[in-house]
């Protein structure tokens, strides 16, 4: 199993709404990554997770919360969002730690926040 | 962070060989140069890595020079559905953090 399964494939929500970003992976990464991706420009890191702990956050607003409950899994919890976060959102996973460049990505949640 | 760019678009015509370039003058010392192509609506695809030289594998070759600023892509005898959004991914430095981040994009259109 070469695949990183990302669900939904589309989320619409409301600025008030709760909702969560989904990632699965069973290659035996221990690095995971949730990037964001606006519509023509590259992906931006948001989080990173290596070996289920928090390794890097850059500086991502609180209203996205990342968790790892374990190594295969990624979510991202969404609350309070507004309509600038309307986005592709790619979850990576990566074998070993966060040095390789070598990333499998999911085909990506379409988020639309009305 | 020092940005790392590539050209924004590039045109060709099927069967020709294509060369994109990546700047990436702030690169981490111990870090791979790992190329991606990514289809809209879909996410990044792992074409290639390499550290330095040239490396080889069966859709891509990845030349990089001794000083590890930069990097060429090269896709031989491209077909349409080479037609695609390239980038490559580096880590840099910034002050005493690592973080990998993507190039600008190059977005190839191959033509018939």
């Known amino acids: 199993d070469t695949e990183v399964t990302q669900t939904p494939k589309h989320l619409v929500m409301g600025m008030t709404n709760k909702k969560s970003l989904k990632c699965e992976q069973h290659?035996?990464?221990?690095?995971m990554y949730w990037y964001k991706q606006k519509a023509k420009k590259p992906p931006e890191l948001m989080f990173v997770?290596?070996?289920?702990?928090?390794?890097i956050n850059e500086s991502v607003p609180s209203r996205f919360s990342p968790e790892c409950p374990n190594s295969s899994l990624l979510n991202l919890h969404l609350h309070a969002l507004q309509p600038e976060d309307s986005a592709l959102y790619l979850c990576?996973?990566?074998?070993?730690?966060?040095?390789?460049?070598?990333?499998?990505f999911g085909e990506g949640s379409r988020l639309t926040v009305l | 962070l020092a940005k790392i760019t590539q050209p924004i678009s590039m045109d060709s015509y099927e069967g020709q060989e294509v060369n994109i370039t990546c700047s990436h003058n702030n690169i981490a010392t111990n870090d791979y140069i790992t190329w991606y192509q990514q289809f809209p609506s879909q996410g990044p695809r792992f074409i290639i890595q390499?550290?330095?030289t040239k490396v080889t594998n069966e859709v891509a070759s990845l030349f990089i020079p001794a000083d590890r600023k930069s990097s060429t892509l090269s896709l031989p005898r491209v077909s349409l559905s080479d037609t695609a959004v390239y980038y490559c991914?580096?880590?840099?430095?910034?002050?005493?953090?690592?973080?990998?981040?993507f190039g600008s994009g190059t977005q190839l259109t191959v033509l018939p």
């Open positions: 390499g550290y330095k």
């Open positions: 991914l580096v880590g840099e430095y910034s002050g005493s953090a690592r973080q990998l981040t």
């Open positions: 990576a996973s990566s074998f070993g730690g966060t040095n390789t460049g070598e990333l499998f």
């Open positions: 997770y290596s070996y289920e702990k928090l390794s």
């Open positions: 290659m035996g990464h221990r690095a």
